[in-house]
Antibody, heavy 121, light 108 residues
């Protein structure tokens, strides 16, 4: 079955760049779907960060747009997220997910387990 | 940006009871863009319903989504012990996703 796994440093210093990768197994990114990132600060709700297509076409949360870059590597079947100039407010569990926009339906049907990122000096 | 509000914030119910969760949008949204998720502590969200009323694969039929326009509802007909969790609604408009703040369903 389709599985997603986030990886990356669990700790980042303020003002640095956070980099995460999501590896996909059981499905080829080249076959379709969008691939997205969602985060959840401690004790809070879900925040959509953005999503990317196999072609590299991206959609970002307007509130994070200036600090976000997503990329996709179809040869490794993975996609990545970079967040620049991080602050304590970026501390969260970061999830990657498969994003469906097929037939006008918009939802995230497969999620990774999440990775905790703490921003602290 | 479309804002989603969910009510109530918390629902205290007993197993076997019916749960009715509300999701209201700040402006009309397409039903095809409305989804519901369940999240248990320490776990990733799980898709329950998409297209406002279509159950995702493997979701029991005690979960029913309904609604249109600005008002949507998730109903759990008879709560099972494993249903006590946080529930989020989500919409997508103009390729921008937003989530509601969540409703906690906990055991009374």
């Amino acid at each position: 079955q389709v599985q997603l796994q986030e990886s990356g440093p669990g700790l980042a210093k303020p003002s640095e760049t956070l980099s995460l990768t999501c590896g996909v197994t059981g499905y080829s990114i080249s076959s379709g779907y969008y691939w997205g990132w969602i985060r959840q600060p401690p004790g809070k709700g879900l925040e959509w960060i953005g999503h990317i297509y196999r072609s590299g076409n991206t959609y970002y949360n307007p509130s994070l747009n200036s600090r976000i870059t997503m990329s996709v590597d179809t040869s490794k079947n993975q996609f990545s997220l970079k967040v620049t100039s991080v602050t304590a407010a970026d501390t969260a569990v970061y999830y990657c997910a498969r994003v469906s926009v097929i037939g006008g339906y918009y939802y995230m049907d497969v999620w990774g387990k999440g990775t905790t990122v703490t921003v602290s000096s | 940006e479309i804002v989603l509000t969910q009510s109530p914030d918390t629902l205290s119910l007993s197993p076997g009871e019916r749960a009715t969760l509300s999701c209201r949008a700040s402006q009309s949204v397409s039903s095809t863009s409305l989804a519901w998720y369940q999240q248990k502590p320490g776990q990733a969200p799980r898709l329950l319903v998409f297209g406002a009323s279509i159950r995702a694969t493997g979701i029991p039929d005690r979960f029913t989504g309904s609604g249109s326009g600005t008002d949507f509802t998730l109903t759990i007909s008879r709560l099972e012990p494993e249903d006590f969790a946080v529930y989020y609604c989500q919409q997508c408009g103009g390729s921008v996703f937003t989530f509601g703040p969540g409703t906690i369903v906990h055991i009374k």
